[in-house]
């Protein structure tokens, strides 16, 4: 079935670094999103793509729909101390426009 | 405008029990989904419901079930409670198609 494999699964950086996340699948999307879970809270969307080769930006965060459709990828610049989290990207399950499938995520730790 | 509510945060239940969560959606939303979270197998999709009807089922035994009532307001069920139940669930709200706004989930704890 869909699955979305999602890295790194997780990532120590030190404040101020960009960084640098992925999403792959062996089937196509028309739809790539990608959200952030902070602890005890649930996950906030900060990007939806819908086209192929998009790029869309939301403030220092920048995220890409890959050409294949297959892929997507999640980049943060200028690294800052409330960035910490966990990094989730998503798409809608085929035959489906409703359910959503989610990558593991990417767990983000600011060295101190 | 309020965000989607989850009721209660935390709960601690005993193998064998039923549990009953709550979801109140965005005011206007009428599309709620659950999810079971875990550590390591993400956030895995159980059910969805619009204007009172089951849209879409995920692969869980029939012991987890759900109900929209005809404000929106949606339940989520799981008898005969098993340890690995243990997780975080969380409800999201939606007007559209993937615009997924999420509560801030019930902790279950089974024991």
């Known amino acids: 079935g869909q699955q979305l494999n999602q890295s790194p699964q997780s990532m120590f950086i030190q404040e101020g670094e960009d960084v640098s996340m992925n999403c792959t699948s062996s089937s196509i999307f028309n739809t790539w999103l990608w959200y952030k879970q902070e602890p005890g809270e649930g996950p906030v969307l900060l990007i939806a793509?819908?086209?192929a080769g998009e790029l869309t930006s939301n403030g220092r965060l920048t995220a890409q729909f890959g050409i294949t459709r297959k892929d997507s990828f999640l980049n943060i610049s200028a690294s800052i101390p409330s960035d910490v989290g966990i990094y989730f990207c998503a798409g809608p399950l085929r035959d489906s426009n409703y359910q959503l499938i989610w990558g593991a995520g990417t767990k983000l730790i600011i060295k101190p | 405008k309020a965000g989607v509510t989850q009721t209660p945060r935390y709960l601690i239940k005993t193998r064998g029990q039923q549990v009953t969560l709550s979801c109140s959606p965005i005011?206007?939303?009428?599309?709620v989904s659950w999810y079971q979270q875990t550590p390591g197998q993400g956030l895995q999709f159980l059910f969805e419901y619009f204007s009172e009807t089951q849209r879409n089922k995920g692969n869980f035994p029939g012991r987890f079930s759900g109900r929209q009532f005809s404000n929106s307001r949606s339940e989520m069920n799981v008898s005969t409670l098993e340890l690995g139940d243990s997780a975080l669930y969380l409800c999201a709200s939606t007007s559209g198609l993937y615009g997924y706004t999420f509560g801030s989930g019930t902790r279950l704890t089974v024991v």
């Open positions: 793509l819908y086209k």
């Open positions: 005011s206007g939303h009428r599309s």
